[in-house]
């Protein structure tokens, strides 16, 4: 509390009573017109509060006598935008990639409209960027089990892998070990041949001959004879420096014996046809693109 | 500074319990004097190069505006005179920023607010304004007496009038406004025609309404409230500022009004320098925070001293230093040099040569390389290690040029450019539209015998095959940490 209200000797004015450490404040007096200015404020406060959605309550709240809702403003400008868009997506879907390639404008407005569709739906699993994670294929990277032109990539976003549609892309690798196909010295045999097609950390292990002839008689079908892979069951390239489910001799046996095979959504069920051939330009724009 | 004698404040006489002061309304007497006349003229000055100077023509050529100065901000470039620059150039504008506040400093710690009494446009408009209202209204005791005065038919269409004109000066000030961010013969016309884009009406309208509300009404308030300047500029002054000052030694003790020679001062106490006043304040309280140091009061003193017949420059420009020292008869030079003056001289000058040297050196080639954050690097099926560059090239020139973009400092290291579908090389030709940004994506594949752990530097030079201007970007290569 104010206590020591007193007039200062030197400039005539009162203070306002406070003081710290012998300091003490003038009171002096702000212009009218900023009383004026702050009622102002308040009523403007107070019509605001009546007109728009202001009070809490236990169950609810006062909703304001003009009904703003903010989610309608959003809904309003997300039909705005859809409407605005309606022409270029409306042209996506109906023309050629090629013919997409052609209009520079159209392009960008798919290779933006991908971008986004793939961060929303397809990130979570293939990455930012499409750098891919384990048991997610890396698209940037072209290593393609079902093809990488622009064509393949939207077939398969479209109906998905082993989703369960007709037209999904399907395969299936035995169970070599888990349903006795193999004995577990051809298998160990198999992976020994197998690691000799790239440098498998820990070595190529000691009867690569063997395996080699395992590998021939049960896995070239589908992953080829030097297992380049065979994109038309969806073989997976061997011979490489980047396989889905792991590149040491663990991942190798694993696979053989119990394979891992992983599920892709058939995305129609989900996006729009124009938004779909959107997401296979950015994903073909990536750097594996073919 | 309260040594000086205490003088009858024309500024809110207040009642001792409230919070709030009316405005006391000031109605500064016109004076005549060298003071005056230099203010005309900087005022003259100013006002001269503000409405002038978006109408100056400067060729530059097909396909760019002609005019001296422009601010275009929906093209993204700024023209003056012969220099151009880019969204990416606003490091200037800081630099000069930071050179006007330094200036600022430098110019109060010297002369006191030599910028608040002369060149402020509030100061600039608020004397406008008061030569309007003074033309149609009378000087000071007319334009009271009038205010006091009932409505009549005098009163009603002189301060109509003297609105009306305010109103059109300010409109004419809001309409120049715009005229440096649109070329201004075309929007002088598409304004009157109704067609141009409502920004221009909007901004337009919020010049002309800012500029009869702070000249016309507001005025000295702007500085006593608003105004951030007056409430820090006392950290720039000390007692060897150069401001206006009353030489209380000479003045005190005041002979009010009686022609007492030898006996008392100099000061009659006649207030005229209090009526001359802007602000309203009394200069013989000593400097205080609402003076914007314009030196009126000197020519209204002046004139009374000549007709007193005593010695002109009771109000003066002096230092508080000399002040003090010549009460008791000597005199203290002016100093230029001390260390605050010396500290802002060098930081001006450090300004001033690294935005001369910035502003020589400035490329026209511009390369901006943005790495990829996610993935940070690819592998690829044959173990090559992949990272993705966003890459801008900035053409200044009018006409397309290729330019030839390569990498140093990674051993046989690939360069893909996937929009135009380039390469892979290790040098790609990359075509700018004139006057544009280009955007490419640029794809560079290191073999692992040339990678190290992690990262490492790699180089991006660009040479533009027209010119054959060459510029370098620093930028780094990801690859994985490899497991031993």
Redesign the interface.
Do not use: E, F
């Given at each position: 509390m104010p206590t020591k209200i007193e007039k200062d000797d030197?400039t005539g004015?009162?203070t306002t009573g406070h003081e710290w450490d012998g300091l003490q404040e003038l009171?002096r007096?702000?212009?009218?017109?900023?009383?004026y200015t702050w009622a102002a404020c308040c009523v403007w406060a107070l019509i605001w509060c009546v007109l728009y959605p202001s009070l809490p309550g236990i169950t609810g709240y006062y909703h304001g006598l003009i009904g703003y809702y903010q989610r309608d403003a959003v809904d309003a400008d997300v039909a705005k935008v859809t409407a605005q868009r309606a022409g270029a997506m409306d042209k996506i879907k109906a023309l050629s990639f090629a013919d997409i390639r052609k209009d520079p404008q159209l392009l960008a407005v798919a290779e933006t409209a991908g971008r986004i569709t793939f961060a929303e739906n397809c990130q979570p699993c293939h990455?930012?960027?499409?750098?891919?994670n384990p048991g997610y294929p890396?698209l940037?990277?072209?290593?393609w089990l079902w093809g990488g032109t622009l064509e393949d990539i939207q077939r398969t976003v479209t109906f998905g892998i082993r989703s369960g549609q007709d037209d999904a892309r399907n395969s299936q690798m035995p169970r070599f070990g888990a349903d006795a196909i193999l004995k577990p010295a051809e298998i160990q045999a198999v992976a020994d041949y197998v690691s000799t097609l790239?440098?498998v950390?820990g070595g190529t292990g000691t009867n690569p001959a063997e395996g080699k002839r395992v590998f021939a008689e049960n896995c070239a079908v589908c992953h080829g004879e030097t297992g380049q892979g065979n994109r038309e069951v969806g073989g997976a390239?061997l011979a490489?420096?980047?396989h889905l489910h792991g590149d040491d001799r663990a991942a190798i046996l694993a696979q053989i014996n119990n394979p891992k095979m992983g599920v892709m959504p058939n995305w129609n069920a989900r996006l729009d046809a124009a938004k779909i051939k959107s997401v296979a330009i950015y994903v073909h724009?990536?750097?594996g693109?073919e | 500074m309260s040594f000086m004698g205490k003088g009858k404040k024309a500024v809110a006489a207040v009642s001792e319990d409230s919070l709030y002061a009316d405005r006391v309304r000031v109605y500064p007497k016109s004076v005549h004097g060298p003071v005056r006349r230099f203010k005309w003229a900087v005022l003259i000055f100013c006002l001269t190069l503000y409405y002038v100077l978006p109408w100056v023509r400067w060729n530059r050529g097909i396909g760019r505006p002609n005019q001296a100065v422009l601010l275009d901000i929906f093209h993204e470039r700024f023209w003056f005179f012969n220099l151009e620059f880019w969204p990416q150039d606003i490091f200037y504008l800081t630099g000069l920023l930071i050179m006007g506040a330094i200036s600022l400093f430098l110019v109060t710690s010297l002369f006191g607010r030599l910028w608040c009494g002369y060149a402020c446009p509030q100061t600039v408009w608020t004397d406008l304004f008061m030569w309007v209202e003074r033309e149609i209204e009378g000087d000071r005791n007319e334009r009271m007496k009038r205010d006091s005065m009932p409505v009549n038919f005098d009163k009603v269409w002189r301060k109509g009038l003297k609105h009306a004109v305010w109103f059109a000066v300010a409109f004419w000030t809001g309409g120049a406004w715009i005229m440096y961010y649109v070329d201004a013969p075309t929007v002088t016309v598409e304004f009157w025609k109704g067609t141009a884009s409502s920004e221009v009406y909007l901004f337009t309208a919020l010049f002309t309404a800012a500029t009869y509300l702070l000249a016309g009404w507001a005025r000295e308030q702007v500085c006593t409230y608003m105004c951030p300047w007056p409430r820090f500029q006392a950290a720039m002054l000390d007692e060897q500022s150069f401001t206006v000052t009353y030489q209380a030694w000479r003045g005190e003790p005041r002979a009010q009004g009686k022609r007492v020679s030898g006996a008392g001062g100099d000061c009659v106490d006649c207030g005229a320098c209090v009526t001359a006043c802007p602000t309203g304040i009394d200069i013989r309280d000593g400097i205080q925070l609402e003076c914007i140091n314009c030196g009126l009061c000197i020519d209204a003193c002046n004139h009374v001293m000549e007709k007193t017949g005593r010695p002109g420059w009771l109000i003066t420009w002096d230092t508080l230093a000399d002040q003090a020292a010549k009460a008791t008869g000597i005199h203290v030079p002016f100093r230029v040099f001390r260390p605050r003056t010396i500290i802002y001289l060098s930081a001006l000058g450090l300004a001033a040569v690294v935005m001369i040297v910035a502003l020589m050196l400035r490329p026209g080639l511009g390369l901006s390389v943005q790495r990829d954050r996610a993935p940070l690097f690819v592998m690829l099926a044959s173990g090559d290690i992949r990272d993705g560059y966003t890459v801008k090239i900035v053409n200044k020139s009018s006409t397309q040029a290729i330019f030839e973009i390569s990498t140093q400092g990674m051993h046989g290291a690939t360069l893909t450019e996937t929009n135009e579908e380039l390469g892979p090389a290790e040098t790609l030709g990359l075509p700018v539209a004139g006057d544009s940004v280009g955007t490419f994506r640029i794809m560079v594949t290191g073999q692992p015998a040339a990678l190290v752990d992690g990262s490492q530097p790699i180089d991006f030079s660009l040479r533009d095959t027209a010119t054959g201007e060459l510029t370098v970007y620093h930028s780094v290569f990801m690859g994985p940490v490899r497991r031993r």
């Open positions: 030197v004015q009162m009171n007096p702000v212009p009218r017109w900023w009383l990455g930012a960027g499409g750098g891919g890396a940037a990277a072209g290593n790239w440098g950390p390239k490489a420096h980047t724009s990536l750097g693109g | -």
